[in-house]
Each structure stands twice: as C-alpha cells, then as structure tokens.
Nanobody, 126 residues
Framework: QVQLVESGGGLVQAGDSLRLSCTASGPAFRGSAVGWFRQAPGKEREFVATINWSGESTFYAGSVKGRFTVSRDNAENRAYLQMNSLKPEDTALYYC???????????????????WGQGTQVTVSL
C-alpha cells in the first residue's frame, strides 16, 4: 500500500515557476513508477509526466515537454514536478500517482496507476 500527498501548488503569474512535491508512505514507493496528472474544471484528467522507479526514464505530454521536469528522490520517498514558464492553460488540480509496476512506457493511462493523491491546485493568471 502506498499513500501519496501532493504539495506545492499555488497561485502564480504566467511565466513563473512552481515545484510540486509528492510525498509517499511505505517502502513500496521506491519500486513504483510515478505519474503526474492534471484536471482542469470541466475537463478529463490528463497525463502530464511519468518517471520510472529508478529515475532513469521519463516521458512527458507534448503540452509540457521542455517546460516541466519530473524527478524523484527514493531516499526521501518523494517525487517532484518542476514547472517552468507556466501558462494560464496549465491551471488545474495536479495529482501524483504511483503504479505497482516499476516502469510504464509512454503516456500510460490512468488505469495503469494504483495509488493516487488528493491533488494540489495550480492556478496561473495572466
């Protein structure tokens, strides 16, 4: 069992940066692929980025590639999403998720992830 708690969201202006954190409980996190997703009001939850268990493999949605960076620190049981050059369209509730599998290829769907956090709100104003 893995429990996830996201933090680091907030209200920023376009062009600013934020770093989201995902803090996990339990040693199983260290062997889990981690994904970041987001959901804007009235829209479906969408894939943002994923990182494999070791941190050696990452994959991004086209809309964030080059602006967002996913990383993890297994010693601290944490994953991060560094978000730079934020745009108003990045406004959403951001979720961290973990899979029982150590590596997920490409933009694996929501069903590939077994554990979810409650989300942290990111709002980007003009």
């Amino acid at each position: 069992q893995v429990q996830l708690v996201e933090s680091g969201g907030g209200l920023v202006q376009a062009g600013d940066s934020l770093r989201l954190s995902c803090t996990a409980s339990g040693p199983a996190f260290r062997g889990s692929a981690v994904g970041w997703f987001r959901q804007a009001p009235g829209k479906e939850r969408e894939f943002v980025a994923t990182i494999n268990w070791s941190g050696e493999s990452t994959f991004y949605a086209g809309s964030v590639k080059g602006r967002f960076t996913v990383s993890r620190d297994n010693a601290e049981n944490r994953a991060y999403l560094q978000m730079n050059s934020l745009k108003p369209e990045d406004t959403a509730l951001y979720y961290c998720a973990a899979s029982r599998r150590g590596t997920l290829f490409g933009g694996a769907p929501l069903m590939a992830y077994d554990y979810w956090g409650q989300g942290t709100q990111v709002t980007v104003s003009l």
